[in-house]
């Protein structure tokens, strides 16, 4: 669990820029390495929620959130479009959608195990494809919602 925490606490300094990331939380690079930092002596050391917040308020996803929620077996719904921005199409559409990013997930995955070993970039991009693919299913499970009321 450290470990993976630490990864994504790592993720999101990257995501907002290392520089961006000490003027928008007001701490030096030192401290903010040490929250993502896997040595012995910062292991149980971790980022203050409160400058998650700030950083997550500037990166282009929420990366600590988002762990926070996988360690819990919660599914979370993020959509970088807006929370009130309209669904483009409707169920058919999101049939044809879903198809098409199965089959990227599944071309990306023969890709990925040909060597017998999934690499960290292999891995990445096929999370990349999976969050797309939960994306599609929300959307989907929001059109289906739609059409009931």
Known sequence: MSSYLKKHTEALVKDVGIEAACE???KSKA???RYYSEHAEHQD????IDTVAQLEAAASFP???AALADLRGITLSYEGRGENAPRKGGINQDVITLSQRF???MAEYNQSIEDGKISVNEAKRLLRETVALQQILIDMKLHLEDETV
């Open 45 to 48: 050391r971790y980022m203050p």
């Open 63 to 65: 990366h600590v959130t």
């Open 31 to 33: 401290t903010l390495g």
């Open 24 to 26: 928008i939380s007001g």
């Open 103 to 105: 089959a990227m997930l």
